[in-house]
Every structure is written in C-alpha cells, then in structure tokens.
C-alpha cells in the first residue's frame, strides 16, 4: 500500500433552503396576522439541516475514510453541501474567490438563490462594492433588464447611498412591524415614500410584494391582489421572469383566502409554474427546491401540472441516474428532479424522501431506476445492508442498462463499506458486460473504480483510469464532476511529489474555473 492520501475537494451547496428575504413564502402566514412563525419568514429564515445517520461505515483500509465512494470522488463526513445559512454562505464565496475559484462559486450562488438574494438585501447598501456583493448581483441579473437588476440597484447605493439607507431603514421597520404587531400602517406609509425616493424597479417590485403581504394578513385581499398585479406588471417589462413566477404564485395563494378576485387561483397558479419554467430552462440553474415544494403545496384541487413542468425538468430528474420512459408521469419527474437536486447537494436523506415520492408514480423500469437512486441515497447514509436489498430486484432485471447500473450501485456501496474486492469486483462486472452500451451514470462507476485503484496501491493504473473518466466528464461537458476529479488528481500529485505534473494539473482547474463562468 502506498504512502496514504487525503482526497479534497469543494462540493456545490443544496439549493433545498428556506425562502429569501424578497422572495416571501405565501402559504399558511398569510391567514392570519397572529401566525406564529411569520418572523422567521420575514427574516429569511434557513431551514435547519436535517440529523444525519448516526451509524458509520466501518472501513478497513484508513486511507479510504477520506473517499465517498459513489462517483462523486468526495470526501466522507459533513458533506459541504449541507444546508446553510446567510453567514456560512458567505463565507464559503468568500473562499471560492479568494481562490479564484469562479465557476465553483457560481455554482455556489446559483444553487442557493434564496440564500445568495437574502445576502444580498442584508449588504446591499452596507457594503454595495464588495466584491461577493458585486459577483452575487452579477449572477442574480442574468436574464433581467438593466433598469430592474440587483447590479443597478447596488449602483444606486453607491450613487446615492442616502436613499438607499433610507430605503433599507423603512424596509426593515415595515417587515419587523409585521413580523411583531401583525400590521405595519405607519411604516407602510413610510416604506412607500422611501422607495420613490431610491427609484429603481427592483425596489419598487420588493416594495410592492411586501406590502400586499400586509394586505394579506389584515385580511383585504383584493387590495393584496392588486398590489401583487402591478409588481408583475413592472417585473414583466424588465424581464425578471423568476420574479414573475414567485409574484404570481403569490397571486394563487393569496387567492386561496379571497372571496373574490380578479384571477382564479388555478390560472394564477399555472401561470407562475409556466414562468418558473421559462426561466429555468432560460439559465439552465439547478431546481429551486423550495419554489416547486411551495407550488405542489399550493396547487389548487383538480388542476395537473402544465407540460412546461415535465419539459423543463426532464434533464434534472435524469441526472440522478436514472434512464425513464418518455411517457413518465409529470410528478415522477418532478420528485425525480427534486430528489437529484438534494442528492448532488449533499442531503441524501431529504433526496430518498423524493424519491420514494416519485416511485408513486412509476411503473416497470421506471420504478427500478429509482430503486437504484434511493438505494444510493441510503449508501451515503451508511445504511449498507438496506441498500443492497433495495438492489436484489433491480440486479435481476431482464434490462441490461438496469442490472448493469444496479451491480456498479452495489459495487460502489461495498467499497465505501471497506469491502474493496467485493466492491472491485462488481463495478469491474458491470462495466465489462456494458462495454458496449451505456447508463446515466456509468462514468460515475469508472470513476469510483479509479478511487478504489488509488486505495489499493495501484497508482499508475488509477491515475490512467481517472484521466480517462475525465475525459468522459469532458465529453459531456460535466464541468462538475470534471473539477472534482482533477481537485482529487491534484491532491494525489502533491502527495506523490510530482511537481510537473501537478502544475499542469493546477493550470488546468485554472483555466477550467475562469472559462466556465461567463455573465
């Protein structure tokens, strides 16, 4: 066995957070002003992280506690994608930067869009040139107009920093007022005056969205509902189509409470899944776990999810693996998508909960891919033995893609049990047999058996291994999973004291973190 090495790497954060201080949950704080956890909605409040399994895969071989084996070539422990808040977040963009690591720390942005706006109405006027103030508003005013972007308004707090901190003044007394007394009457007034005077549409467009919060729990909500209107009005002609889509669901909700109004709550509700949907497949960012949790919830009885839903989450609900019929059911690809999201950031458990969700709307193959998906959840969780019983029916199907990616499952769940010639032996067995077809993730299992090379002393073979799946990352413009493996190349050369090789390794991940991001 060779000299034992630490494989590090910088995971993408959960995009499964709580709501945004602009982008305000309407859901059951809206009935009524004394709800008692409307403070924490007003403030942004972060979802906790949920308790992680308590028991541990017991490994043999010391050096493969620093791997998780399940081709994602991280490192085992608190994963860096749990759930954060405003604070850690910002200190890992911090980081990033400092490293010019730009592409991982857009990454980090775009997966933590609550969180990243959250940041960004708590420092906006405080410290407006910043530069993780600047790379978040970049980031967050793609796709909108100039006028109505988060880049115009850090400008006018640099302009005019007065009315800007006359702005952040009101905006806070109005929500506090709301969050403590249930009514802000005084403040509104106030809140008002102080968005004219700043000017700029985003301002207004927040403004106007919190204000028909208020409406909404002094029970007039009509009044909420107009207000709401214009907010979509303003935000439309500027282009903030994501903002648009949370307006609009807004619009569904609070039509839920009203007597009357002027759009049904179902057409409210479609169209903001329809917007939603436009501008993800717009910036082809990772699912907003919360907006697509929050519309299931407030779906009107009796009305389907639009094509648009199926269509623009097709190729998130594939990447946790599994290969469905085109027929699938709009909700298994929904919870699919869902599931995947929370997987690759880092929250196995909330992902397995998904999962079993979309296993209610599966049939045949498609009910044996997400077998195969869950049990990779419950492998990260160290539940070994339940994994591979998930596994039995799937090893024995008559479809070659689903027993072959099910055996590599298996595989790679062994190794990160310690059980390397088990583990070895299955991801070699179902690569050999599928030599000539592929599965969604079969560079996942080449992957995890160029790890379990390196583990066992093979370096020479692993690194040819490793350079290969890379390759493969590089083909389908995985630029993800392409600086993982490089990151985990990198620390081996140091380690193995091959400077040349290590520096052309460095300049690669370089270059890779620079070209990736373009605004």
């Known amino acids: 066995m060779k000299q034992a090495f630490s494989l590090q790497v910088c995971c993408l954060i959960s995009t499964l957070l709580a709501c945004g201080c602009s982008v305000v949950q309407w859901s059951d704080p809206l009935t009524a002003a004394r709800v008692r956890n409307f403070d924490g909605l007003l403030q942004g409040e972060q979802s906790k992280t949920d308790p992680k399994s308590s028991s541990e895969p017991q490994i043999a071989n010391p050096p493969a506690k620093t791997i998780r084996f399940d081709g994602q070539e991280t490192v085992l422990g608190i994963s860096e994608d749990s759930q954060i808040d405003a604070e850690q977040f910002f200190a890992r963009l911090t980081d990033h930067l400092s490293q010019q690591k730009y592409f991982t720390a857009k990454q980090l942005v775009e997966r933590n869009t609550d969180t990243a706006e959250s940041v ?31 880049t115009a308004m850090l400008d006018a707090a640099v302009n005019n920093p007065l009315a800007a901190k006359k702005y952040r003044t009101a905006r806070n007394a109005f929500r506090s007022a709301l969050s403590s007394n249930g009514s802000a009457h005084g403040e509104a007034e106030q809140f008002r005056t102080a968005s004219q005077e700043l000017n700029q549409k985003l301002a207004v467009v927040d403004t106007l969205h919190l204000l028909a919060i208020g409406e909404s729990i002094a029970q007039r909500h009509v009044w909420a509902e107009s ?21 609009w669901l807004a619009v569904a909700t609070n039509g839920l409470h009203a007597e009357s ?10 169209t903001a899944v329809v917007k939603h949907c436009e501008a993800q497949i717009a910036s082809g960012r990772s699912p907003n776990v919360r907006f697509w949790t929050s519309a299931d919830q407030h779906r009107p009885e009796g009305v389907a999810w639009p094509n648009e839903a199926r269509q623009a989450l097709w190729s998130f609900a594939t990447k946790s693996g599994c290969e469905f019929k085109n027929d699938a059911p709009a909700e298994l690809v929904i919870w699919s998508a869902i599931g995947s999201a929370q997987q690759s950031s880092g929250n196995p458990q909330l992902a397995l909960v998904n999962f079993k969700k979309a296993e209610r709307f599966a049939a045949g193959d ?15 969780l160290g539940q070994i033995h339940a994994a591979a019983a998930l596994l039995s029916e799937p090893m024995a199907s008559e479809n070659a893609a689903v027993a072959s990616a099910a055996n590599a499952t298996l595989g790679s769940a062994k190794l990160q049990a310690g059980a390397f010639q088990q583990g070895m032996h299955l991801l070699n067995k179902a690569l050999i047999e599928s030599a000539t077809r592929t599965w969604p993730k079969k560079p996942s299992a080449e992957a995890d058996l160029a790890l379990a090379k390196l583990i066992v002393g093979e370096t020479d073979e692993g690194l040819k291994s490793l350079h290969a799946v890379q390759q493969s990352f590089l083909n389908d413009k995985d630029l993800v999973a392409l600086l993982q493996s490089l990151e985990n190349e990198k620390r081996l050369l140091e380690l193995e004291k091959k400077p040349v090789e290590l520096q052309a390794v460095q300049q690669r991940i370089v270059q890779l973190e620079t070209s990736g991001v373009s605004f």
């Open 120 to 150: 960004l109405w708590q420092r906006w006027c405080l410290e407006p040139n910043a530069a993780q103030i600047r790379f978040i508003g970049k980031i967050l005013s793609q796709n909108v107009s100039a006028d109505a972007s988060w």
């Open 227 to 247: 207000l709401l209107l214009q907010a979509i009005e303003i935000a439309e002609q500027n282009q903030d189509t994501l903002r648009v889509a949370e307006l």
């Open 261 to 270: 109004g002027s759009t049904s709550p179902a057409d409210a509700w479609k």
């Open 366 to 380: 498609n009910t044996l891919w997400l077998r195969i998906a869950q049990s990779e959840c419950l492998a990260t």
